[in-house]
């Protein structure tokens, strides 16, 4: 592995610790929020600490060769801790039950911590391995114990956790159960991880060379493994606010036809709210949903049932349903009425009179001035008003139906009546 193979990661789980800082400040006493702090910094620390750059640094600093060796296998031992103690909270049941199995695991875990460094002292390590450590001293008294006891503790780790998940993700749903899943496959690397540098370490117990196994094999599996788990965990807690931003996003933008359709003219557009594309997508929404409201009001006096009667009609006999036929006439009124907006902006200012209606006009009969009668748009916003109440989905449903052929036919109508002379 490279460098950065190490670095990148450990600065970006750093990066994530540190963000989450204040809500470590805020719930300390939750034991649940404690471990997912206490993950993320381990993972952290295990990439930062087995770098080799690292591994040397702190043998020169201390003055000690391998004295790296302990470090790395207890923060190791600390982040297998880690993930035990989270599943086991996040996972809940009766509070002492609970309490008692992360005080076994950590007693545990915290005993192996514990013999690393005594193993280490009591043990003879003089020449600095940086990348094989395992192997060059795998039938070296006391560091041969050294290395079996932080494998053993990480492949009991991945084991236990891989089964706890298991059972688990058959109950819960959604999030929760996706996080499960990715945790488990994190898990399985883990264990191969332990399996590939046992297998390398018992090789030169018997003599043979699969050295191969542990400096090639097992250091990009556990880096896979230690940020796959990382996600595992987060994804459940930042997964629903990750959806929320998605479906905001992509409500933003299927309203954009209806937006880009209602937006006032030039002169106008400076007083319309101005947020910068890259704001919060609820926010996007919000603004987008408000001005195509406030439009929508604004445009009342241009409406005509009229329009929105024959569009129904209309898409009725091409064999829609009543719901779709409903949406269909209101995105036909609207579009016809912005185009009566762009011609006449300020409706009842004409100075000519309207013409007598014609006596043997039937109720429907349009005027021929194109002015919108008051009982007419009174309709036209009632209908509106029941085609919008269900909601967001329904907005967006308007803001569809705007590319259907009905819709545009009603438009190119509306412009030659209204520029027709008087």
């Known amino acids: 592995m490279r460098n950065t193979d190490y670095y990148v990661p450990a600065v970006a789980l750093g990066i994530a610790f540190l963000a989450k800082l204040p809500a470590l400040r805020r719930g300390w006493r939750d034991p649940l929020v404690r471990s997912v702090h206490f993950l993320i910094f381990t993972a952290a620390c295990c990439f930062l600490f087995a770098a080799p750059p690292t591994i040397r640094a702190v043998n020169d600093l201390t003055g000690v060769p391998n004295v790296s060796a302990p470090l790395v296998y207890s923060l190791t031992c600390a982040f297998s801790c880690a993930c035990l103690l989270l599943i086991v909270n996040w996972r809940g049941g009766a509070p002492e039950a609970v309490r008692a199995r992360s005080r076994a695991w950590s007693l545990a875990y915290a005993g192996a911590i514990t013999a690393l460094p005594v193993f280490f002292l009591l043990g003879d390590a003089p020449v600095e391995r940086l990348r094989d450590l395992d192997t060059y001293y795998a039938t070296t008294p006391y560091i041969r114990e050294m290395i079996v006891t932080y494998l053993t503790a990480h492949m009991v780790s991945a084991v236990v956790t891989t089964t706890l998940c298991l059972r688990w993700a058959r109950e819960v749903r959604q999030w929760l159960r996706a996080g499960l899943i990715v ?9 191969l991880f332990g399996i590939a540098k046992l297998a390398a370490v018992a090789a030169r117990w018997t003599g043979r060379d699969w050295d191969v196994l542990s400096t090639s094999v097992a250091p990009p599996i556990v880096a896979a493994g230690g940020l796959i788990v990382t996600v595992g965990f987060l994804l459940p807690l930042l997964g629903p606010q990750l959806g929320d931003a998605c479906r905001a996003w992509i409500g933003h933008v299927r309203l954009g036809p209806l937006w880009r359709l209602l937006r006032c003219p030039a002169r106008q557009r400076a007083a319309m709210p101005q947020i ?3 704001s919060a997508p609820d ?3 919000t603004v987008r949903e408000t001005v195509i409201h406030d439009e929508l009001l604004r445009l009342q006096p241009y409406l005509d049932d009229l329009v929105r009667r024959r569009a129904h009609d209309t898409a009725v006999a091409g064999g829609a349903g009543e719901d779709r036929a409903a949406v269909l006439g209101v995105a036909a009124m609207v579009a016809a009425a912005v185009e009566s907006r762009s011609l006449r902006p300020h409706p009842g200012t004409d100075s000519e009179p309207e013409p007598e209606p014609d006596s043997d006009a039937g ?4 005027p021929d001035s194109g002015s919108v009668s008051e009982e007419s ?3 036209a916003a009632v209908a509106l008003t029941a085609v919008l109440s269900p909601g967001r989905q329904r907005l967006v449903q308007l803001s569809n139906a ?11 109508e509306a412009a030659p009546r209204e520029s027709s002379p008087r």
């Open 183 to 191: 945790l488990v496959v994190g898990f399985v690397l883990n264990l």
């Open 276 to 278: 910068p594309w890259w």
């Open 283 to 285: 926010m996007l929404l």
């Open 363 to 366: 109720p429907d009969s349009e």
């Open 377 to 379: 748009s009174a309709k």
């Open 402 to 412: 705007l590319q259907s052929p009905i819709v545009a036919a009603a438009r190119q």
